[in-house]
């Protein structure tokens, strides 16, 4: 039998036995980024729809309030739940994507 397991959690962008790890989520990141973009230029109120690596630093609007709005918008488009933090930790828009991928591949767990 050939190939290798790994038990536990690796960080995106890890190397673990001379194999870079990457996101398991691309493709759904690529699936999603489109509605990401388009759900970004209309909460800031942008003349055109933004690049994906576009973000807080280009865009006016992507401060502290905007990024409430922002996380409240992909709440309901996407229908996960996110935090202050995981917005506020994307530098740009692919990011963003990235997080909300990660959120929609998350089984959700009920409180016991």
């Known amino acids: 039998m050939s190939g290798s397991t790994v038990s536990g959690v690796i960080a995106s962008g890890s190397v673990v036995s001379g194999v870079p790890a990457k996101m398991g989520n691309d493709g759904l990141v690529r699936r999603i980024a489109p509605e990401v973009i388009s759900i970004?230029?209309?909460?800031?109120?942008?003349?055109?729809?933004?690049?994906?690596?576009?973000?807080?630093?280009g865009i006016a609007e992507w401060n502290s309030s905007?990024?409430?709005?922002?996380?409240?918008?992909?709440?309901?488009?996407?229908?996960?739940?996110?935090?202050?933090?995981?917005?506020?930790?994307?530098d740009n828009i692919k990011q963003l994507s990235q997080v909300v991928a990660h959120a929609i591949a998350l089984p959700v767990r009920e409180a016991i």
């Open 40 to 57: 970004v230029a209309r909460v800031f109120r942008l003349p055109k729809f933004p690049s994906s690596l576009d973000g807080p630093n």
């Open 66 to 90: 905007g990024s409430t709005r922002l996380l409240v918008a992909l709440e309901e488009a996407f229908g996960v739940v996110l935090s202050v933090g995981q917005i506020a930790g994307a």
